[in-house]
């Protein structure tokens, strides 16, 4: 991770108005990065939309965060998949041409 796109949690806390808690509770969960650097906990700038949608599912939706996890790991298989037949199918196009 770059230093220039670290956000020091607490001030994505104060903006969300979420406790640091549950931001390291998502750690625990490997839901986000988190690097410590002279004790200041940050994360990249890449996460935050994951961690705006977890906080969607979670303050919006009501969803707990054992639900939050399940939908967000099933997210990304579905992405993975979605990635991985758009690349098959380029290959199939690809040997159609000939």
Do not use: W
Not at 14 to 34: K, P, Q, Y
Request: negative net charge.
């Amino acid at each position: 991770m770059a230093k220039e796109h670290l956000i020091p949690v607490i001030e994505f806390c104060r903006s969300h108005e979420v406790e640091f808690s549950f931001i390291n509770t998502l750690h625990d969960f490997g839901l986000i990065e988190m690097v410590t650097y002279q004790q200041t906990s940050f994360i990249d700038s890449e996460e935050l939309p994951r961690l705006e949608q977890i906080l969607l599912f979670n303050k919006e939706l009501e969803i707990n965060l054992e639900g939050v996890e399940v939908i967000i790991r099933l997210l990304e298989k579905v992405h993975k998949i979605q990635n991985e037949m758009n690349m098959l199918k380029n290959r199939l196009d690809m040997y159609e041409r000939f």
